[in-house]
């Protein structure tokens, strides 16, 4: 989440003569203007992607919940492995799965370096499963034409067929290698956090734990305050410098202002260095992403997950737009602050505003978006980085009717899997989850922050970012994040220990 699925930014619209709109951005995860980097200095010392995991398929029902003669088609159902340090079945040696989220697995992959560092300690098989529509997953023989055409054929994109896939998979998986009594604990993070725990929920015999980190799963039906998100991010800025937080506060009305006046339109061109003149400048829009995003992923070390950043970049951003070389020059701040995020490598001459890069594959999730993932994040108080406003659902609603031909679900995610007094209903039955929070990280206003019981807990770090403790460890990570992977590894080798000793009973 996976995962800022939804959040409020501006489009500067010009026609013949200029007209400003405050409009909803449709709601996308990260995906990045200027590709990233293959893969991380981590990773290729790992040999490369080739040598992290195999690729395999497995034949996937379309639709696990219908027996209507087209439910019973199939696809290929795409998978990777690593079976480097496991024990064999032999022994029962356990299963890691990562429980893939809305984009190709191999990014996922190649970004939860947790699941490497510990393998050799559990002698476990790694196993990360790419979610249906996602990647190369693509139903109706891989043509995605066909399988993104419309409400009819893409209506099988669901959280619920997908755990259901994750089922089926990771079963015939274990038969197939012969290991029926191998424990499986599931792991993931963002939109993955949020199924690898409602994986323990629904399918309990399938799994015997769940690691959630940086899930959201309280994010829907009003369970939490819709200004959430961005009171995060606001926080995250202006604990930095309070002078950062009003440069940026104060430049969405300059910006704007700008714009109006003759020549504005060109003005923010040469300011931003876009590449070349468009009718929709979405200045505005692609500041607030990056802030956002910069914010999700404010790492203690130097990270390549949505673009190539360096260490602590909210704190390397508020240095751009502190650095008194810049003057009073609001754009010239802000230039150097997006910079951070979208040329941190220094390889761009200048940008695209509008082009259509999505080199992750997460282009569908605007469809789960618009049916159940209904996550109210965009609402900006007064104190907000970003302009004022309110969550606009009805605005939502309507997008999704014209983009999609569907109306949106926004009771349904709750009413499938809970959220409501989360902490009453999962402590009557829930066992062998960790949620795991950073709460520099906009989404953990949506995360569980409390422990539930003795076997669901919630691991909270103050200084934590999106997921962060699922990424590969280096020399330089913090004491604070050894400590949380330190904790998750020992109720991970308690939840194994206590499987065996029931099984033999």
Known sequence: MATRFIFLSFCLLFSSTLTISNAKIFPTFP???ITPEKLSSLISNSKDSQGLYKTKYHTQILDHFNYNPQSYQTFQQRYLINDTHWGGSKNNAPIFVYTGNEGDIEWFAQNTGFMYDVAPKFKALLVFIEHRYYGKSIPYGGN????YKNASTTGYLSSTQALADYASLIIDLKKNLTATDSPVVVFGGSYGGMLAAWFRLKYPHVAIGALASSAPILNFD?????????NIITQDFRSVSENCYKVIKGSWKQIEETAKKPGGLEKLQKAFRICKSEKNLAIESWLSTAFVY???TDYPTPSNFLNPLPAFPVKEMCKAIDDPKTGNDVFAKLYGAASVYYNYSGTAKCFDLNGDSDPHGLSEWGWQACTEMIMLTGGDNKDSIFEESEEDYDARARYCKEAYGV????NWITTEFGGHKIGLVLKRFASNIIFFNGLRDPWSGGGVLKNISKTVLALVEKEG?????LRFSTKEDPQWLKDV???EVEIVGKWISQYFQDLAQ
Do not use: C, G, L
């Open 31 to 33: 995906s990045s203007r």
């Open 144 to 147: 995605k034409e066909i399988a």
């Open 222 to 230: 009003n369970i939490v305050s819709p200004y959430s998100f961005s």
């Open 294 to 296: 910069t914010a999700m």
């Open 407 to 410: 109306d949106p679900r926004p």
């Open 465 to 469: 970012a999106h997921h962060v403790d």
């Open 485 to 487: 992977r330190r904790r």
